[in-house]
């Protein structure tokens, strides 16, 4: 890599919008294009990139998720019935 | 997302149909919104009752065969507001003027070297992550449940919060850090 771990990265605040963008699926080829190329040569972003994918996999992985109540379809079926 | 403007006309029976096919499998991803929004059971089932009571009240503004999903997380996060965030304790409130000028302010730039590291986030449990995101205040958790847990577009979200697409994004930014900083902090009290 170009770029190390010691040198700051001069268009990191433009990597971290695109990043987010990548992450959230929202960017354009072009965009993913540059992003790609550039996390191969600076190590900042890099890094950067490996712990914002890891937070977004904890995050979905290790959420606590609850379990939806037995009895919430019946009742909601149940007061929809009253109204109809 | 249903255009007000057109709405349909269903049959009771139809109606019925839409209900149970496209409203119903949605209901434990509403039921887990619900609970990280409110953080009680019974508020949470009461609020997923109300939003589908809405829901099927209002069906002829949803039109078959579209985003379900986030026409009925519109609702319930519309009855959040109104019914059940007047009375929760939580000091919400965010000041979205530091939240929209985010971007362009030194303290974006100043997180050039994040020292919260893979490894830590990866021998973290569940409960460290559920009170990281709790712990947000409820605008930017919102956030971070739709996009990361949820899966909503940006599209979607700006539909689902009535706000802009940039509003969504930075504030989407600022939520994020300060989960990281949470995690930082659970991160350090395991040693790392």
């Known amino acids: 890599m170009e770029n190390n771990d010691k040198t700051p990265c001069n268009e990191h605040v433009k990597c971290m919008e695109l990043l987010e963008l990548i992450l959230d699926g929202e960017a354009k080829d072009g965009e993913k294009d ?35 109540p037995a009895d919430l379809v019946h009742c909601i079926k149940s007061k929809i019935r009253e109204t109809v | 997302m249903a255009d007000n403007d057109h709405p349909q006309r269903y049959s009771e029976q139809k109606k019925v149909q839409i209900f149970d096919g496209e409203f119903l499998p949605h209901i434990d991803a509403m039921y887990n919104f619900a609970y990280r929004l409110t953080f009680d059971e019974d508020d949470a089932k009461d609020l997923v009752q109300e939003t589908y009571l809405k829901a099927f009240r209002f069906i002829n503004s949803f039109e078959e065969g579209t985003n379900a999903k986030a026409w009925l997380f519109r609702i319930l996060k519309n009855s959040f507001i109104n019914d059940y965030r007047k009375k929760s304790k939580e000091p919400n409130k965010v000041d979205y003027n530091e939240v929209e000028t985010y971007y362009n302010s030194e303290d974006a730039n100043a997180e050039i070297t994040p020292d919260l590291r893979v490894e830590a986030l990866q021998d973290m449990i569940g409960d460290e992550v559920t009170n990281a995101l709790n712990s947000l205040a409820v605008d930017f958790r919102t956030v971070i449940i739709l996009c990361d847990l949820e899966g909503f577009t940006y599209e979607e979200m700006a539909k689902i919060l009535d706000i802009p697409i940039g509003t969504v994004r930075s504030r989407l930014h600022r939520a994020r850090n300060l989960l990281k900083d949470k995690l930082k902090s659970y991160a350090q009290s395991m040693g790392y």
């Open chain 1, 34 to 68: 540059y992003y790609f190329a550039h996390i191969e040569q600076c190590m900042p972003c890099y890094r950067a990139h490996n712990l914002e994918s890891a937070i977004r996999t904890v995050l979905r992985n290790n959420v606590d998720k609850k379990e939806v």
